[in-house]
């Protein structure tokens, strides 16, 4: 099955509308979805390293969107958008307990780590930003240094050793997913219980 799905999102990566799937996903990822644009970023960059900086581009743009579209939503539609999205997910506890110990500093690190680790996700930064009133301009400006980082220097490391990464994930993925998934699973334990 995971083959299959790693078939299919290739194949996605060389179709007309690749592009457009990945801004969608970068948008909504930083405001409202859980699934990070990397899903379909990384295949699309091993599927076309020459369109590495151009995908990167797409999902730099389209995170920063979707990182204003969420600013947006916890500044003026807390109550009426984030709350429920954030009880759906089940982090609502943990965001009040962010938010009440949170200042600019702690979104500047937060962005920081968000957008090299994906922790916290980027749509709790992007809300959370809203909410405690974080200057527009001044998140506007970290979301492109943090968002940018993060998906150039992926198109650096897919243009300079693409094809050795594509045929090591094609061999190793079964092992690669588990891992990842380990790890996604003791990263979420280590901070539940570090907060």
Known sequence: MLRGLYDWTLSLAASKSAEWWL??????????FLVPADVLYLPMALSRPDRAYRYALVATVASVLGGIAGWFIGH???????RPILEFYGKYDEFEAMRVSSGVGF????LVTSGLAHLPPIKVVTIL????????LLFIVLA?????????FLAWLLRRYGEPIRRFI???LGHIAGAGAAALILLYIVVKYAV
Do not use: N
């Not at 801004?23 to 409202?32: G, K, L, T, W």
């Open 129 to 136: 930003s809203g909410v405690i009133g974080v200057p527009l």
């Open 144 to 152: 492109i240094v943090a968002r940018g980082a993060r998906f150039l």
């Open 23 to 32: 801004a969608f996903i970068a948008f909504v990822e930083s405001s409202v």
């Open 170 to 172: 094609e061999k190793r």
């Open 107 to 110: 979104i500047i690190l937060m």
């Open 76 to 82: 003026y539609a807390y109550d009426a958008v984030a």
